[in-house]
Every structure is written in C-alpha cells, then in structure tokens.
C-alpha cells in the first residue's frame, strides 16, 4: 500500500504541474528522474564476537531496486536532489572463517539521501555532468535468517534473528543528463556512500561492517 | 510553488518507505530435506546405551553433564543438537544394556537389547567405550581385575559393541541399505587410542624398549584406521548412503586425562590421534557423498582461541564422579554447582571437560556448530 501511495503521489505530482514553462535545467526549475539504481557494497567486516567460530565475517551481496529523485535549481549551476526509492534487498552471506556457508540471510534498506549538485556546461545546452555531495540516512530493516545461521550461533535453538540498524553517511556523486527534448531527458550517474553499520544476531554476538558501496544508475527524467 | 510540491511529495514519499517489515529467522529447513539420522561411535556420540540398571539409578547415561535442562542447554550429545538443527527427531539408543558385575556394583545386569525396529525406531548405535572392530573397550567388563583397583570401573559393564558391528546390526535388522535422505554421522578411533595407551604403559612397565612400543601403538591405530575407513566406504558409502558424516578424533593430548599424564604422556596421545586421523583422511573414499569433519584442528583451536568460543577454562574436568557417565548437575565442582539445587548449572557451559575426556554440554554444542558449519558448506545444510 505505501509504495502504490508513493508511486501515485509522484503520477499526481507530474500530471499537476505538467503545463509547465519548458526551460533547460535553470535557476527554478525542478526536475524528477525514475530509474534503476544498483548498490554494490564493498565490504569489510568485523569478526563476529564471541562466542562464534573466530574470523566469522559477513560478506553483504549486491542489489537493484527502482530509483526515483527530485531536483530543484537553485541557480543555473547548483542544484538539491532528493533521492529516495524502492527498498533493496541484499543477500547476506559468510566470509572469513565461514566462507563458503553461502547464503546465511537477508535484509532490507532504503537510503534516502540528499545531494547538493553542482553542474557544468550551459544551462539551455543539452549534455550537463554534475558532481554532488550530501548525507544519506540508511534504515536496515526485514532481515530473514536461515537454517545455516542458527546452526552455526545456536544449533538446535531457536532460529536466529538478525537485527538492524538505522545509520547516517555521506554520499559523492559523478554523473551527466542529456536532453532529449524540452521535458524529457536521459541521466547516469555513479555514487560512492560512505557508511558503516552494525549487525547484532539475537543470539548475542554482533559485527561492524564498513560497506562503502559503490551504486550506479540509469534513469529518465522530466523538467518542469 | 508547483515545483516546490514535486519535491516536498518526492522527500515525504522516501520517506515513507522507511520502516516497512521486521526481522524474522527466516526458513529454518536444511537445504537437504534429512528423513532420519543413523549414528554409529563412541561415547561422543552415545545418547544413552546404558541409561539402564545401575546408570539409569545414578540419573546418567550421557557422557557428558546428565538431566535434560541439567546447564540451560536444550540438549546435551552433538547428534541431539544436530538432530534439533536438521529439523529430526532426537535420536534414541539402538542397543541399550549392561553386563554389570553385581558382586561388585551391587545392581544386577540388564540384558543386551535391540530399539532399531517398529515404528519409531532407534538408530544412534554410538555406545561408550566401542573401538572401530576389536573388544574388549573401555569399560567393558572383561577388563575388570579383582586383584587391580585401577580396573574396578570396569565392572559397570559397558556393552563397547565395536563400531563394524554396530553398523552391521543396522544392516541386518533394520535395512541392507541406507537411505538417501539419512544422515549417517560416525566418530571412532579415541578408545582404540585409549587402549594402545594402556599397552604401551604395561609393555615399557615390564621391560620393553619404549621405541618400539610405540611403534607397535602407531601401528595399531593406522590398521584401525583403515578399517574404520574400509567400513565407510563398504558397509556405508556402498550401500547407498549420501550423506555420510565422519568426524576424526578431537586432539585427545589436550583432555584433563592427558595433561595429568605429563608432557610424555600426552605426547605418545598426541602421536596416535595423528596417526589414525591421517590414516583415515587418505582412505576414506572422498566424494560427493562424504563429508570428514576435521575435529582435530577445531579442538586445539578451542584452546588457542577458548575465549572467541566462549569458554573460560579448558582444562578443568567439571564433574567430581569418577566417569560423566554417571555425572549430573549436583555432582559438579562447586565453581560451577547451581547456587539453588532447582537452577541449572549454566556455568558449566563456560568449560570445556565434563570428565577427564569427555565434553560439557557446551562442549558437544561446539562441535554440533563445527558439523554444521561444514555441513552449511557442503551445501546439505
């Protein structure tokens, strides 16, 4: 029901505000993308504490959901993007000592961040990279465990839950649009987050997980 | 204002789709959907072969800390944690009996009987004291010497039926063949180890030069290794069975029993262990079939690492009755006791010995967490 309400706030939005003037990416414009964004995390764990098998970490998978952002000119050059999405689900699996157990879990995130974008080259012209910085929120939430995990943390006990976290961190951006017409206009950009967080099993033991993912994305967007 | 809306409805939908769902453990089952478990062994792997007669008396049968619930812990053996994990029925003694010599003990026998068929049968035919092919082992009544005090534990009368006749009960009375959906676990080899010891002790005591006494030992473990691998692979692996579980021998140089024998003493245990686990490693017919847990390392480990496992002493035997066979939570010393006779003794779950050789339930949970571990990587689990 949240994602429908989502997804038809944003319909209802674009068809309000449709009849807008048609300027290229000026001061006062606002812009929407909706794309597919892919989040790589590059991981480097902390031994899962005691007591577990020593050097157990966790290796955290890759994952792709539907993007969307909001962006508002504030001059011809700077601009703010709000970037939220669909939620992402990674696969959790074992490394160090427990490489090879493959999939223990999984758990959801949605990121929201915020970015303030500078973009280069003219603002009536039709290709405009840009470079951004900001913060992102993460929230982890909706894990699952498995029959794999509770046997290595608590064989024969109840089944292991892992638990989440809400963390802050910092996004860098690199990205360019094209301009296809008035409105309409094609946009990639690459994302490095910087962001740790911190998984505690239920049965006690927990690891820090630094997880820097590196994310790519391809959208389509609509000036206003 | 029109544009500011766009992006006030893009920032509260973000919003918005934080918070969804909760943790849950997930599907518990194991990636092979096991049917049954069949256990053959030693006292590792006993769940209560002689939980009869004078033991069934005493509240004990495991060796290991008795009573359900006796630590905090649901279980006590590897193969009940296991069992548990695998989503089995907990296993349940397929032989029980004692050979008691009531003049001594003063509790008469209990007969040998069968609970492999029916049905719910009875398949762990681990029992106490078994070798790989020879009696007798230890505890078994034959080694009771009315003229040496030292043997007088023996006259409980452990039934010690060797692991190739373990096996080959369950093929005669339950199936000629395994089932691709049981899990097969065996772990042998310490009591041959235990006995070689003994040999080698009364050969030098009387004489004899220690080297070849030793080498004689060696020699012994490597042909019962053999024949341990030989059974896997004939009597286990050809008959069917997919899933086949060996554990080798835990680094029995590192027990309370070992360490009281000196440096030399653990030295001659260290060299035997090696010799059979080596052995049985190249015999053993490797494949998609078999797993070797390697025991070993993951034993000596504990003691390298033994806060990482959770445990606080390695080399403390918790329980003060002779044998844990016979041990329970009011016979524990008393840095472990339970405060109050009703609590469990959840301290105990931070050692590693119940007795001198056998493991606390914490202990066994270690290893049923190694089993896993490799099973997980196997991909069975």
Redesign the interface.
């Known amino acids: 029901m949240k994602k429908q309400s989502i997804a038809s706030a944003l319909v209802a939005t674009v068809a309000l505000c449709g009849a807008g003037a048609a300027q290229a990416q000026a001061a006062g414009d606002v812009m929407v993308k909706l794309g597919w964004n892919k989040i790589m995390p590059k991981v480097r764990s902390s031994d899962l504490t005691a007591p577990s098998l020593p050097d157990s970490k966790i290796d955290i998978k890759s994952a792709s959901a539907l993007f969307f952002t909001a962006t508002y000119m504030i001059t011809d050059d700077i601009s703010v993007e709000a970037l939220g999405g669909l939620p992402y689900k990674h696969d959790i699996v074992g490394a160090g000592a427990v490489a090879g157990v493959g999939k223990i879990g999984s758990i959801h995130q949605i990121s929201p961040t915020v970015l303030l974008q500078y973009r280069f080259l003219a603002a009536d012209g039709p290709f405009r990279p840009y470079v951004g910085a900001g913060p992102t929120f993460a929230k982890f939430y909706g894990s699952k465990g498995s029959a794999a995990l509770t046997a290595v943390t608590n064989p024969g006990g109840p089944g292991t839950i892992i638990g989440g976290d809400t963390e802050w961190g910092g996004t860098i951006e690199a990205g360019a649009n094209y301009k296809i017409d008035k409105h309409w206009f094609v946009d990639a950009a690459i994302l490095k987050t910087f962001i740790n967080t911190k998984a505690t099993l239920s049965t006690g033991q927990s690891t820090s997980a630094r997880l820097n993912p590196v994310s790519i994305n391809a959208s389509i967007g609509y000036t206003f | 204002m029109?544009?500011?809306?766009?992006?006030t409805?893009?920032?509260?939908?973000?919003?918005?789709?934080?918070?969804?769902?909760?943790?849950?453990?997930?599907?518990?089952?194991?990636?092979v959907a096991f049917t049954q478990m069949v256990n053959f062994g030693d006292s590792l792997s006993d769940v209560g072969s002689y939980d009869v007669g004078a033991v069934a008396l005493s509240g004990g049968g495991h060796f290991s800390i008795n009573g359900v619930g006796a630590t905090g812990l649901?279980?006590i053996n590897w193969t009940?944690?296991?069992?548990?994990?695998l989503q089995l029925t907990q296993p349940c003694a397929a032989e029980t009996g004692l050979d008691t010599i009531e003049a001594v003990v003063g509790v008469p026998p209990v007969p040998p009987t069968f609970h492999d068929t029916g049905a719910t049968p009875c398949l762990s035919y681990a029992q106490g004291g078994s070798r790989v092919t020879l009696q007798p082992g230890p505890g078994n009544a034959a080694l009771f010497d009315p003229t040496d005090p030292s043997t007088f534990g023996n006259a409980i009368g452990a039934l010690t039926i060797p692991v190739h006749d373990q096996i080959q009960n369950y093929l005669t009375n339950v199936s000629p063949t395994f089932s691709p959906t049981a899990l097969v676990t065996v772990l042998a080899g310490a009591n041959d180890m235990f006995i070689q010891v003994a040999t080698f002790q009364a050969e030098v005591a009387a004489g004899e030069d220690p080297t070849t006494a030793g080498g004689a030992a060696v020699l012994a473990m490597t042909t019962a290794a053999d024949e341990l691998a030989a059974d896997v692979n004939t009597m286990i692996l050809a008959n069917g069975a997919t899933h086949v579980v060996v554990v080798n021998i835990p680094d029995a140089s590192l027990t309370p029993s070992a360490i009281s024998s000196g440096a030399s003493g653990q030295a001659l245990v260290k060299q035997l262990v090696q010799a059979f686990n080596t052995e049985l490693a190249t015999k053993l017919q490797a494949g998609p079939s078999l797993l070797l847990v390697d025991a070993f390392s993951a034993s000596e480990?504990q003691v390298t690492?033994m806060?990482?496992?959770?445990?606080t002493n390695v080399t403390t035997q918790v329980c003060t009755s002779s044998s844990s066979l016979l041990c329970t939570k009011n016979t524990l010393i008393a840095a472990v006791a339970p405060a109050a006779s009703a609590a469990p003794a959840t301290a105990a779950n931070t050692y590693e010995y119940a007795d001198s050789v056998h493991p606390t339930p914490y202990g066994y949970?270690l290893l049923?967490?190694?089993v896993?571990?490799q099973?997980?990587?196997k991909?069975w689990?």
């Open positions: 029109k544009k500011f809306h766009v992006l409805t893009a920032l509260a939908a973000a919003a918005f789709l934080a918070g969804c769902g909760g943790n849950e453990a997930g599907d518990q089952s194991p990636r649901l279980y009940e944690f296991l069992a548990a994990t480990d690492n806060a990482q496992y959770g445990l949970r049923a967490e190694l896993g571990e099973m997980a990587i991909g689990l």
